[in-house]
């Protein structure tokens, strides 16, 4: 006989790891407890030695499908006399630091679909149904440990027949901290626009779809907040949708009956298949089988759609009752936080809908749908925006850390992440700080991520642009602070999510990043490892005209690079052709003391207005995405010809896209079709890029090279460069788990931190 004690950390809280050890623990003949505690699960078992290692090997191989180990520590324990028996499960202990991880929020499984679904189960039709495998977590969690009391199901005392599901260590529903049925849990309720209640439970829910089929608008409560539905179908109601939501061109995620349905609008690699299906539920960005209809907008300019699949039970009951697309959009009037109190919802959203879908069961964090984007087959899909369903999942350090540290992230498409121990957890997307509502909710992210993972931060790590208002907030507070520079924690984010230590050439690509020398960077070759960096390339820097005006007129950035490869006069040309201010922004072209920045997103604006794709940009990188989109449509190899030039200045090579540019002018004026030049645009860059970072990489004795700023989340110039210098021989780190663009700084900058506090 042998008594151990086993402590496993990970995910293992609230995704029913306890009667996983039960069932295992007693079909083995095992004596002895398991408890959560803050730190993890805690088991002690006595048995001999070889059931006791079958126990071990078991707990790894067997796990439960929501459940993810990082660590199992073994320790030998005094044995127990006889007269212990049975196997037992002891209520949390909340003594210690919390260092559990809390889990996801996961889409309605099998087996409560199938409750869903049949009419002698008490929880037919009941859009609320959940068990320890599936429902709401991170967005309903208020402190830890996970349990009912600590959570928004707080205020719904379980009946009878849930309590005996819930403490029957043999049920699904053992500990399942959401678990309800129609007697005692959350109940539907639809209103009207003012808040007037219109019906309850089975009857709004009928209601409700009958709206929608006629067409109406509806905001819809889901698990991280409010969507704006309206059938996906109907040209009128979607143009009617865009107006009241003040969304011009950006593309709505349209949610989908099922996967039959997915594959009658797009090309589903496998890949973008299994992300579908997932039961992390994320949008997926896939390409489209038929262009946008311009009658019926979705995604305007776009080749590609973003689809979803049902992930609550309401979703599922709503779905097959319409049985067709719906537009299912962030409930928010243009780019402000979705909406996720139902004081809030009601009054920002009341006046933009016909009626709200709503229930009583609180939402404690606000938390939009994650984004990925499908790669070609045999590619992994991409993560876009990490959010609910991947949020608050921590990533591995690659070193401890003894330091806690938070992160506050960039401006625009923010995160923020705590690093602590071994692992570095990022929150949801809190969206673009410039708001004042956004920043209030970037308060209460803070706040939320510091509460579940039990860490009162030591160090803050931040961007170094001193206007941004995480920047501001990080000198708030009163704390040792370090400021990662923006391109170094792109590198450092994609370097961490590879658990890469040793130093990289680090290729960061991006919209605007202050740079060390107090000018806009953003086309960088850096010699980077976590502790720090050198720049070492960059692309030509050309004017920003207008500063952040460039940024929303894409044709000031077409006269930027057309003065700077083919002169004043070709500028000229151009900027009669775009807009009446040209004489203005050519002063400021020429200007000695203009802006100036070496962003290649910039770049990629400059390009489409010169093509005619967009003069005027509506959201956030619109131009440089339908430039990519437009060469899909190509169907000749790249020529070649498209080459940027490489020299050198102040010791830093310099990657100089002027004789591409010039070129693209010149194949415009002859009448080449625009997806051609596209395409040979994303080739030469490509080529251009591969060039100059493996030439670095070797300069540098360095074999590996990381692609990291939101321009790589273009798959056509990634797959370029990937392709380039794999055939040379060198290593390419592209991002996966994290997003390439601002919404991954968090972690790059903790991973930083982190590594710099041993
Ligand atoms: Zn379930
Ligand atoms: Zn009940």
Redesign the pocket.
């Known amino acids: 006989m042998q008594r151990r004690r086993l402590r496993v950390t990970g995910t293992v809280q609230g995704v029913g790891f306890r009667p996983f050890v039960y069932r295992l623990a007693a079909e083995l003949g095992l004596t002895g407890s398991v408890s959560n505690d803050s730190r993890g699960v805690l088991i002690e078992a006595q048995g001999p030695p070889d059931v006791l290692d079958r126990l071990e090997r078991r707990l790894r191989a067997e796990a439960p499908p929501l459940a993810s180990i990082a660590t199992l520590e073994t320790e030998s324990l005094p044995v127990d006399g006889p007269g212990k028996t049975g196997f037992s499960i002891l209520d949390s202990r909340a003594e210690g630091a919390p260092a559990v991880a809390v889990s996801v929020d996961v889409a309605t499984c099998d087996d409560c679909l199938r409750e869903l679904a049949d009419p002698s189960d008490r929880r037919y039709r009941y859009p609320f149904v959940n068990c320890t495998n599936c429902g709401p977590r991170y967005t309903i969690i208020r402190s830890i440990p996970y349990d009912r009391a600590l959570t928004t199901m707080a205020g719904f005392p379980?009946?009878d027949?849930?309590r005996a599901e819930y403490t029957d260590p043999a049920d699904r529903r053992f500990h399942a901290e959401p678990n309800?049925?129609p007697?005692?849990?959350p109940r539907l309720r639809l209103l009207a626009p003012d808040g007037t209640g219109l019906a309850t439970a089975d009857d709004a829910l009928r209601r409700a779809v009958a709206l929608l089929d006629e067409g109406r608008i509806l905001a819809v409560k889901g698990l991280g907040g409010y969507h704006l539905a309206v059938d996906a179908t109907a040209p009128g109601p979607v143009a009617e949708l865009r107006r009241r939501k003040a969304r011009d061109d950006k593309p709505f995620a349209l949610m989908v009956p099922d996967l039959a349905a997915a594959r009658r609008l797009c090309r589903l690699a496998p890949e973008a298949e299994a992300a579908l299906t997932s039961p992390r539920r994320p949008i997926v960005l896939a390409p489209r089988l038929q262009a946008d209809d311009p009658a019926n907008p979705i995604a305007p300019g776009l080749g590609e759609l973003g689809l979803m699949l049902p992930y609550t039970p309401l979703h599922f009951l709503m779905m097959e009752a319409l049985d067709r697309p719906l537009v299912m959009t962030s409930g928010n009037l243009s780019d402000e936080p979705i909406a996720s109190d139902d004081t809030d919802a009601l009054v920002r959203l009341g006046p933009m809908v016909d009626a709200i879908l709503t229930s009583d069961r609180p939402i404690h964090i606000r938390c939009d749908d994650a984004v990925v984007r499908a790669r070609p087959s045999g590619k992994p899909v991409q993560m876009v925006r990490r959010s609910r369903g991947f949020a608050p999942e921590p990533l591995p350090l690659v070193r401890p850390t003894r330091a806690r540290v938070l992160a506050v992230g960039a401006e625009l498409k923010n995160t923020v992440a705590v690093a602590k121990g071994t692992t570095v957890v990022a929150s949801h997307h809190i969206g673009d700080l410039e708001h004042l509502a956004a920043y209030r909710s970037f308060l209460q992210a803070v706040d939320h991520l510091c509460h579940l993972t039990g860490v009162i931060p030591d160090v803050v790590a931040h961007d170094l642009h001193p206007e941004y208002l995480s920047t501001k907030y990080a000198a708030e507070l009163d704390l040792p602070a370090i400021g990662v520079q923006h391109h170094h924690a792109h590198i450092a984010s994609c370097m961490a999510e590879h658990r890469r230590e040793e130093p990289v050439l680090g290729v960061a690509f991006d919209g605007l990043g202050m740079g060390t020398d107090g000018t806009m960077w953003g086309g960088e070759f850096l010699v980077a490892d976590l502790a720090g960096f050198r720049r070492v390339g960059h692309l030509r820097t050309v004017a920003l005209p207008g500063g952040n005006q460039a940024i929303r007129e894409p044709w000031r950035m077409g006269m930027a690079w057309a003065a700077a490869s083919l002169g004043r006069e070709e500028a000229e040309r151009y900027g009669r052709s775009a807009d009446d201010r040209w004489p203005a922004v050519l002063d400021l072209v020429e200007r000695p003391g203009t802006l100036r920045t070496s962003s290649a997103g910039r770049l990629f604006d400059g390009v489409a207005a010169l093509l005619g794709l967009r003069t005027r940009v509506t959201y956030e990188a619109q131009a440089a995405i339908e430039l990519e989109a437009c060469a899909a449509a190509s169907s000749t190899p790249a020529p070649g010809g498209y080459e940027p030039e490489v020299s050198t200045s102040g010791g830093l090579l310099v990657l100089d896209p002027g004789p591409l540019v010039a070129r693209v002018v010149a194949e415009r004026d002859g009448g080449t079709p625009v997806p051609d030049i596209s395409a040979a645009f994303h080739a030469g860059l490509g080529r251009g890029v591969a060039t100059v970072a493996a030439g670095l990489a070797g300069d540098n004795g360095l074999d590996t090279v990381a692609l990291s700023g939101g321009v790589f989340q273009n798959a056509r110039l990634t797959g370029v460069v990937e392709h380039e210098l794999s055939a040379q021989g060198l290593t390419v780190l592209v991002h996966r788990h994290v997003p390439p663009n601002d919404g991954g700084v968090s972690i790059g900058q903790a991973a930083v931190a982190a590594y710099r506090s041993p």
Request: proline share 0%.
């Open positions: 379980m009946c027949r849930c309800a049925c007697v005692c849990g």
